[in-house]
């Protein structure tokens, strides 16, 4: 990319007229009708499917979740099958994704679907946020992946096109989601979104944008202001530089819950694997494990779920 070179305005941007941001969706549809990503997802209509499919791409990169689509989606086939598998059984599932908190909340939500509503995966905005850990991201991933309406999503990749491509300046979730569900052309809410995450996520990347190969450089709000900063970097919903791993609790963490996944465990050997010295700070990880339900302790062995 050749890099515009004066400051931005941090000014709240205005939103652009209907006519133009109809016009840069269909920009958006079109790019998308031939360069969508092959990814298995795409490929089904099932809302459980695409609801497990979206708890693992909440933290981790596509490419890693489409690896492990089909094993996820065989082993937790259907609410039912996710509740009868156990908790327990979806935490060593999730092995490899990281960030395993998902994996009580995607069991939590399965049990709320067979509870409250017989297995069946809610179609309304409202049912499927009130599912534990489906948030308003989610909730509407899964009406345009699944039920095909024309709501827009908003991930940390439409948030950067957002205030790169169409604002030109940084932007809040809440406007940033108002302009892009202006931009949803009709009938194609399910190709739209896919399409703009994948401009996103192959073409305006956070650190080494494809600016030529992008279907929006013509209209391109920050290309063509010339400015030098990157009006994503102060967007609200952008990924931000995660801190150091080696050496952090999170590390720890997944060692412990790592060993978990191989059997049953006492904390002596929970404390080994850790790597840490400080035997208190693993005892506050196991205590914090224990309260997230993802780790249980029987006498003096600790295991999954
Ligand atoms: S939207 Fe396209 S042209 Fe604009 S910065 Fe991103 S990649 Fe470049």
Known sequence: MSSPQRAVSLTTPELPRKAVLQAVGRTIDEWGSRNLRALPWRDTRDPWHILVAEVALQQTQAPRVAERYASLTSALSSPTATVELGKGGVIALWSGLGYNARAVRLHAAAEAIVERFSGVVPSSNDDLRSLPGIG???????????????????????????????????????????????????????????????????????????????????????????????????????????????????????????????????????????????????????????????????AANYSLG
């Open 136 to 298: 308003p991201y989610t909730a509407a991933a899964i009406e345009a992946f699944a039920f095909e309406r024309d709501v827009a999503v908003y991930d940390t990749n439409v948030a950067r096109v957002m205030a790169r491509a169409v604002l030109g300046a940084p932007t809040t979730a809440t406007h940033g989601w108002q302009v892009v569900s202006a931009m949803v052309p009709a009938g194609s809410g399910w190709s739209f979104n896919q399409a703009i995450i994948d401009v996103g996520a192959t073409l305006c990347t956070a650190r080494n944008p494809q600016c030529d190969a992008c279907p929006l450089r013509r209209r391109c709000a920050w290309k063509r202001s010339g400015a030098l900063i990157d009006p994503a970097l102060s967007t609200a919903g952008t990924s931000r530089p995660q801190g150091r791993f080696e050496g952090s609790a999170r590390q720890a963490r997944g060692r412990v819950v790592e060993r978990l996944r191989q059997g049953s465990a006492t904390f002596r050997q929970l404390h080994d694997v850790t790597g840490w010295e400080d035997e208190a700070k693993v005892r506050a990880i196991v205590v914090a494990l224990i309260d997230e339900g993802l780790i249980t302790r029987h």
